[in-house]
């Protein structure tokens, strides 16, 4: 069989498109799938009835992308031991994303990021347990953040 120049050309440029193709879709995907854990459980916070939204709401309406949670029994010492008063500890993400703070303990906190006189839920208040907020970070940095009630509760957020 014989095949013409032009033809194995436009053979050669279509395996070239769909290998870019497949390379960007595995990226896309593997860059969606990290957050489906994360989304899935936002999702069920917002639409569930046991949780609500704190009285001072962080600084956005919009919906979140992350989420953080105050874990529970971190009312005591001893999650700061393995950085599991906030989880996860470190959550990375872009400017202008979105984060949820859900307070999965029995008791009230609040997040305050080192440094800083205000709270990121505005004002100086507290998040009661099955209470959340949200907070769009508008900049990038590193953001060390502790709850100024149980000040060995500490996470990070980092802004790229």
């Known amino acids: ?3 013409s120049v032009g033809f194995v050309r436009k053979l050669k440029f279509l395996v070239i498109l769909i290998s870019i193709g497949i390379v960007f879709g595995v990226v896309y995907v593997g860059f969606t799938l990290t957050n489906v854990e994360d989304i899935n459980k936002v999702t069920t916070i917002y639409s569930n009835e046991q949780y609500s939204k704190a009285m001072y709401s962080g600084n956005t309406e919009e919906r979140a992308q992350h989420l953080i949670e105050i874990t529970e029994g971190t009312w005591k010492q001893g999650c700061e031991k393995n950085n599991e008063c906030f989880l996860p500890y470190v959550e990375t993400i872009k400017i202008g994303d979105v984060v949820l703070f859900v307070n999965e303990d029995e008791y009230e906190h609040n997040i305050r990021v080192r440094g800083e006189s205000e709270y990121l839920h505005f004002p100086a208040d507290v998040i009661n347990p099955d209470e959340y907020f949200v ?3 508008a900049y990038s940095g590193e953001f060390d953040y ?5 000040p060995w509760m500490e996470g990070k957020v980092v802004v790229e």
């Open 146 to 150: 502790y709850c100024t009630l149980h």
């Open 135 to 137: 907070y769009k970070f």
């Open 1 to 3: 069989m014989v095949m």
